[in-house]
């Protein structure tokens, strides 16, 4: 599997040095149950199973204040993504249908957010 | 002057005031925008796994496009300048991506990211100048607070979007400087408003709203500016005590006077 996450995100995860600068910056860090350092550090260790359980893979902002900020380019960021993937590529692990999307809607949202919401939580 | 144009989809709907201003205020700074005949959404979000190709395509489409028509591609909505440039950036240095993109579309000669993309802002700052804008400037918007809210997307990863400073950008205050208003620097101006998490979970997205109001208002900002729908949303809705937040569009049209003119 953890070869399978490498191949999606193009990361090597042994390049982290654990300073933990990527958490430090991340706006989402106090919401996901693990941390940008520690996911890099799963990840390496090769949790994934517990990592494509956690709450944390659906509030990654995707902000890249982690990718600019990482003294050693490991790019956490698409290392959370390819674990989202892994889930959402199965079949019927959709994080967000469509049948849910009306009551979601308020006449002020935009477009760009649904499109995204999608790209991001489902296939 | 003129390039061709992708407004992307928001602008074309619930970010028309974006693309209005960003039109006229063009036609009075001596450059116009083409839109492209054909465009389609660029999927709004990067896709950052590397074995997406579909997700690319509508963008690398628009890329070439842009390329038979002379080779500038101009947008003004930073989610869709993001996706955009690093697409691009993906076509150029990607041998892979690149292959099986030009497979997909039976590419004669492969796509390989030849287009420049640039957004609305680079355009102001590097093709016009912002001395020149200021000389065009009408109704100078003297004593306006004014904070820059940069968000995510046209900063960061700055080695792929090479846009400003990414910790420390400017790019937006000298615009509030050229527009005759007074920028208000806030530590805040360039982190996350909640993205596309918003859909799912707006209380999320009001948490990290709330502490970029607190942060521009305790430094002395009246008024915020965008260059992003998404951030214009989660700005205005999900903060619970905001300030009032326009598109710098706007702005750059109330300054040259067109504004008024037109409503």
Redo the contacts between chains.
């Keep these: 599997m953890m070869e399978t996450i490498r191949r999606i995100s193009g990361v090597n995860p042994r390049k982290c040095m654990k300073c933990g600068k990527c958490t430090a910056s991340c706006p989402a860090y106090d919401e996901m149950d693990y941390h940008p350092h520690q996911f890099v550090d799963m990840v390496e260790s090769d949790r994934i199973g517990e990592l494509m359980q956690s709450r944390g893979i659906y509030l990654c902002l995707s902000c890249f204040a982690c990718v600019e900020r990482c003294p050693r380019s490991v790019e956490p960021a698409k290392l959370i993504e390819a674990v989202r993937l892994a889930v959402i590529r199965q079949q019927g692990m959709d994080h967000l249908t469509p049948d849910q999307i009306p009551e979601k809607l308020d006449p002020a949202l935009p477009q760009q957010a649904i499109t995204s919401a999608f790209r991001k939580y489902r296939k | 002057m003129k390039f061709s144009y992708f407004p992307?989809?928001?602008l074309k709907?619930?970010?028309k005031d974006l693309d209005r201003w960003g039109r006229a205020s063009a036609e009075v700074l001596g450059f116009r925008l083409e839109e492209l005949p054909e465009w389609q959404?660029c999927?709004?979000?990067?896709?950052?796994?590397?074995?997406e190709i579909a997700?690319r395509l509508s963008s690398v489409r628009a890329l070439m496009a842009a390329g038979e028509r002379g080779g500038e591609l101009v947008t003004l909505?930073s989610?869709c300048h993001h996706v955009l440039k690093r697409v691009n950036l993906d076509l150029e240095r990607d041998e892979t991506i690149r292959d099986r993109v030009s497979r997909y579309l039976e590419l004669e000669t492969p796509y390989a990211g030849e287009t420049r993309v640039l957004h609305y802002l680079e355009v102001l700052r590097d093709r016009i100048g912002f001395e020149k804008l200021a000389g065009k400037v009408v109704h100078p918007l003297r004593g306006r607070k004014i904070g820059a809210y940069y968000g995510?997307l046209l900063?960061?990863?700055?080695r792929e979007m090479e846009f400003d400073d990414?910790e420390n950008p400017r790019i937006l205050e000298d615009f509030i400087r050229a527009i005759g208003a007074e920028p208000v620097i806030y530590a805040r101006r360039n982190?996350?408003c909640?993205?596309?998490?918003?859909?799912?979970n707006s209380a999320?997205a009001g948490r990290?709203v709330d502490r970029i109001m607190e942060n521009a208002r305790s430094c002395g900002a009246e008024l915020l500016i965008t260059a992003c729908?998404?951030c214009?949303?989660n700005l205005?809705?999900n903060a619970s005590n905001g300030l009032p937040v326009v598109y710098f569009t706007e702005l750059l049209a109330e300054a040259l006077g067109i504004k008024e003119a037109a409503t």
Excluded: I
Excluded at chain 2, 155 to 158: C, D, E, I, M
């Design positions: 992307g989809c928001t709907t619930r970010g959404c999927g709004a979000v990067y896709p950052m796994a590397k074995d997700t909505c989610a995510c900063l960061r990863p700055s990414p982190e996350c909640g993205g596309y998490c918003t859909v799912e999320y990290q729908p998404l214009m949303y205005r809705e």
